[in-house]
């Protein structure tokens, strides 16, 4: 019989600014897995309730799961429910429980409470790194790892693209955002759809996910990668006079996905910027960025 995935969860916040921080220490098959991010305008319960969900998203559906935390809030409520019991204290946060009892159902989880500040090893690791990423702690808890090497260059130093056949295929998702800025009145004939091209909108979202798929046409040492999905979501806000664009890419293949994200944000910015530009020139595009990738041996890296 195989044996459990052992995960070890554990959530922070720092008062008065509301920063949280949550760590994640997986266990199976004599590796470590360690994942941990941090969250703003937020409070510790729920940083608790994130870690095990972000525990539970990094392990297979159907998966044997023993998830050892040292917050009661968590522990106590979730082994009560599985007994058939009522919920204890969802007075709050009923978001992240729902999130969490959906990924519990999929997964067969023995929720275990382990006293903290006691010394264990696991417990004291994901406390130290939930703790750094709220800013209780100034320093990481371990040494920084050493810097990958260039992977795209050969032993030469000349540019080739990287053999991925041996690594696993695992779902990967990534998500990056661009933000552009506007005069208000193009910004509100946008919303009106009194622009003479059309739909702005409806072009940068189409333009986001044409960008994604042509990746590996654009940038020269990209992987075509099969895309199972690609989103491309805009925000309008009219405070900044800005629209913002959140792309997102998923597939399950042997690389990530981080570079089609990125293009699908820069694609759909520059769509916007071709529809308006009859009306305004001085458009502007800007903090094009990664925020959030998961899958492959790095696991789910979350950049503030």
């Not at 998966?63 to 429910?81: K, N, P, Q």
């Not at 903090?287 to 696991?299: F, I, M, P, Y």
């Amino acid at each position: 019989m195989a044996h459990p995935i052992e995960v070890y969860t554990d959530g922070a916040c720092k008062l008065p600014e509301k920063r949280g921080g949550w760590a994640v220490l997986i266990l199976h098959n004599g590796q470590e897995r360690l994942l941990h991010g941090r969250e703003e305008n937020t409070t510790s319960n729920r940083m608790e309730l994130t870690a095990a969900i972000k525990a539970l998203e990094a392990v297979p559906e159907g998966a044997s799961v023993v998830l050892h935390s040292d917050s009661e809030y968590l522990i106590l409520d979730m082994r009560s429910r599985q007994q058939g019991g009522k919920p204890r204290r969802r007075n709050a946060n009923l978001d992240l429980w729902q999130r969490l009892d959906a990924l519990a159902q999929r997964r067969k989880v023995r929720w275990e409470w382990v006293q903290g500040h006691t010394g264990h090893p696991y417990n004291e690791k994901v406390n130290a790194w939930a703790e750094y990423e709220a800013g209780v702690r100034p320093n990481p808890p371990e040494p920084a790892p050493p810097s990958p090497a260039l992977t795209h260059l050969d032993a030469q130093g000349r540019a080739h693209q990287v053999d991925v056949s041996q690594k696993p295929p695992t779902l990967r998702e990534a998500v990056a955002r661009a933000t552009v800025r506007m005069r208000p009145e193009t910004l509100a004939l946008i919303q009106a759809g009194g622009l003479e091209k059309g739909d702005a909108l409806a072009a940068a979202r189409l333009a986001g996910i044409a960008g994604a798929k042509m990746t590996p046409h654009l940038i020269p040492l990209c992987h075509p990668i099969p895309l199972t999905g690609v989103q491309v979501d805009l925000e309008i806000d009219e405070a900044n006079s800005a629209i913002h664009i959140t792309a997102t890419a998923r597939a399950v293949w042997h690389t990530g996905v981080e570079m089609e994200a990125m293009t699908a944000a820069a694609c759909s910015a520059l769509a916007l910027y071709d529809m308006v530009k009859g009306v305004e020139r001085g458009v502007r595009i800007a903090d094009l960025r990664l925020v959030r990738k998961t899958g492959g041996q790095s696991g789910e890296v979350v950049l503030p």
